[in-house]
């Protein structure tokens, strides 16, 4: 006696591997709706974190005399051509907390720029003018506001590894940081901080008629 098996068709098989992969989907979106639920399972946190090693030293000659703190909301939507937003496309709303710091660079300053007249109560010294450095975003006061991704772009994201990678707003919020330093009085007021404290100094040291300029 003999007993027939049949097998599965292969459109059965696609068919069960597509269901299989909406279940786990919409489990993992249910999840993130109800985020109570992540709790029943006990997850925990651990650093597991190797040591941090210092790779170099640089020696700075710049004396950062002000600091700009700036805030942007970045609204970034990516479409694609012919597939609507439910089905393709992300738009992600971010907040960008960041500073931008602005300095004089007296490492540059050159034994021509300082004259000191013969009683040492008179000096006149030309700096470079201020300039600012890179926008640097603050993790603990930038965030994002809302995320919206189509449904591809959710199934990428369940086979991704880094499913919520911001790192293209971060960018952009850091450029609109570094731009409205630009339009700003940031290397203005540095140059006025930086004449103060030059002349504080020199007063303490018994100079009587301190100048500084900048365009060195």
Known sequence: MTTSIKRMPGWAK???AFVLVLVVLFAGLRLAVLPGLRDVFGTET????GPTLLKSIQDMSRYDAASGNFQVVVDLEKDAKYLPDAIRGTRTLYVGAGTVDAYVDLGRIDRKDVTVNDDRTSATLRLPHAALGKPALDPDHSY???KQRGLLDRLGDVFSDNPNDERAVQRLAAQHIGK????SRLTARAEENTTSMLEGLLRSLGFTD???TYGA
Do not use: F
């Open 180 to 183: 409205a330093a630009k339009d």
């Open 14 to 16: 696609v068919v069960s």
């Open 144 to 146: 994002a506001v809302s």
């Open 210 to 212: 301190v100048t500084v």
């Open 46 to 49: 651990h650093d597991n974190s």
